[in-house]
Nanobody, 125 residues
Framework: VQLQAFGGGLVQAGGSLRLSCLASGRTFSSRGMGWFRQAPGKEREFVATISWSGASTYYADSVKGRFTISRDNAENTVYLQMNSLKPEDTAVYYC???????????????????WGQGTQVTVSS
């Protein structure tokens, strides 16, 4: 599975962005997907995950109610809609695909075997 994330950019606080992650490979629709982020000088952290079917989602407390993860298995794409952005959301955002098929609820990096290259999100105050 190869992943390509895009959609990042510069936005003012309170604004919105939608990140996309396009996957190649035949097993996308059977893998849980996740978004992580890494701010300067900090470790990479979990943001959101969605099960292989799209039926279940989980979010970090810091983004709950503001971010929405979704997927379109027909388009091999997972999305992260980010609303009410804050300066502390500034980071490089990475999408990741589950190491195993038919996985869900993965909030730790160890559950993911494939990573995209990252896309920069900068929120100005």
């Amino acid at each position: 599975v190869q992943l390509q994330a895009f959609g990042g950019g510069l936005v003012q606080a309170g604004g919105s962005l939608r990140l996309s992650c396009l996957a190649s490979g035949r097993t996308f629709s059977s893998r849980g997907m996740g978004w992580f982020r890494q701010a300067p000088g900090k470790e990479r952290e979990f943001v959101a995950t969605i099960s292989w079917s799209g039926a279940s989602t989980y979010y970090a407390d810091s983004v709950k109610g503001r971010f929405t993860i979704s997927r379109d298995n027909a388009e091999n794409t997972v999305y992260l809609q980010m609303n009410s952005l804050k300066p502390e959301d500034t980071a490089v955002y990475y999408c990741a695909a589950g190491k195993s098929t038919y996985s869900s609820g993965m909030r730790e990096e160890i559950g993911y075997g494939y990573w995209g290259q990252g896309t920069q999100v900068t929120v100005s105050s």
